[in-house]
């Protein structure tokens, strides 16, 4: 199974043969369970680990490899289980916070091109929620495209097409059936050999029937929709990378009904550009355009130009970035450099942190 399947190409090679240690051989995560690593080298798949030392070195979580993560591992004689040795610097990196109270980053993928956020023509359809992965997308340095699923079933998707397209602020919006197969042909824009393009979105809305039917087969577990509430159950319980039969590699995502950011400052904006772009028009520079005179955008929302909704779900969004940014005080930034100076000390360092 020749590498370049699955992404390999000269620029990861260059990065490869610059790293010092020996017997060093290139492998992909394709998926993540308890801390065993799910890779495939040019050899084959097989099961990797981290040893305790480098896990410590690597001190935040977001440090240890993710799925997509292109690695260095070695691969003892007469060992089954190789080693991983160090990250390649991630080209792109999908991460949203920790789910919970914990002030964390969770690597959701690493090395995605492109991202379908994916949705149903139904009740799951949510234009907040819908920002709130687009910024997550944008922010990762992948593109995102905009899924709208389940048109089968949508008497009149017309609505909803004009919704998505106005929080999409550019992404392609597509509708298509994994059902019938409508519209899956449009996605070979974006499934391309050696491309990568993960599927994010709530539980239920057909991420994993749309890959099945793109691999032709029938072994992703779907599971029937509870018909009352249309809300999937969460069968996918993993991320996974999966090789087409035709090329291109695609992750597969359990549902992420949360979705706060861990980084969001160019996602917002880009997110938002109908509200960036009026900005500069504002009086002030530093217009919070909540109650300034002279706001831009404030006028434009009054004169029904910008959607009153969508300066609304702006105003919260900056206001998690600017709370979250108020926890990560300076004392606790300092702290987080000194647990990581001195796990450098205690161990070899073998793992590298991702840039
Ligand atoms: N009517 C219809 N049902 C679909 C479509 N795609 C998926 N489903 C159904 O929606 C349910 C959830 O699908 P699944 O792929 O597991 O969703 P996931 O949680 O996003 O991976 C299953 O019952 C699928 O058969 C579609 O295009 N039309
Ligand atoms: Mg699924
Ligand atoms: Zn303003």
């Not at 029937?209 to 969460?234: K, M, S």
Request: hydrophobic share 40%; proline share 6%.
């Amino acid at each position: 199974m020749p590498l370049e399947d699955w992404g390999w190409d000269a620029r990861w090679a260059a990065e490869f043969s610059a790293l010092p240690g020996r017997g060093l051989r290139p492998a992909r995560v394709v998926n993540e369970r308890r801390g065993v690593y799910g890779v495939v080298a040019a050899d084959g798949e097989r099961d990797a680990r981290l040893t305790g030392a480098s896990r410590r070195k690597a001190g935040a979580r977001a440090n240890l490899p993710a799925v997509g993560d292109w690695l260095a591992v070695e691969l003892s004689p007469g060992e089954r289980v190789a080693t991983v040795r160090e990250i390649l610097p991630r080209r792109t990196k999908l991460s949203r916070k920790a789910a919970g109270e914990a002030l964390e980053e969770q690597v959701i993928a690493a090395n995605l091109d492109a991202v379908f956020v994916t949705t149903a023509l139904n009740q799951d359809f949510n234009p907040r929620r819908l920002e709130r992965f687009l910024i997550v997308c944008r922010e990762s340095g992948a593109e995102p495209v905009l899924l709208l699923n389940k048109l089968d079933a949508c008497p009149d998707p017309k609505t909803y097409i004009e919704e998505a397209r106005a929080v999409a602020a550019g992404a392609p919006v597509l509708t298509l059936s994994a059902k019938s197969g409508d519209g899956l042909t449009a996605l070979s824009a974006w499934i391309k050999p050696g491309r990568t393009v993960g599927f994010v979105g709530t539980s239920g809305v057909g991420k994993s029937t749309i890959i099945n039917r793109l691999r032709g087969d029938e072994r992703l577990l779907t599971h029937a929709t509870r018909v009352r509430d249309e809300r999937g159950r969460h069968t996918t319980t993993s991320r996974d990378l999966y090789l087409l039969p035709g090329g291109g590699v695609l992750l597969d995502t359990p549902g992420m009904r949360e979705m706060q950011f861990w980084e969001a400052g160019q996602g917002l904006a880009q997110s938002f550009e109908e509200i960036d772009a009026l900005a500069p028009s504002c009086r002030f520079r530093d217009c919070g355009h909540d109650r300034e005179p002279g706001c831009a955008v404030l006028a434009a929302v009054a004169a029904g130009t910008v959607a009153a909704a969508r300066l609304a779900a702006w105003l919260k969004l900056r206001g998690e970035l600017a709370a979250k940014a108020a926890r990560v005080s300076p004392a606790d930034q300092a702290a987080a450099r000194r647990r990581s100076r001195e796990a450098r000390k205690a161990a070899p360092p073998r793992v590298r942190p991702p840039q």
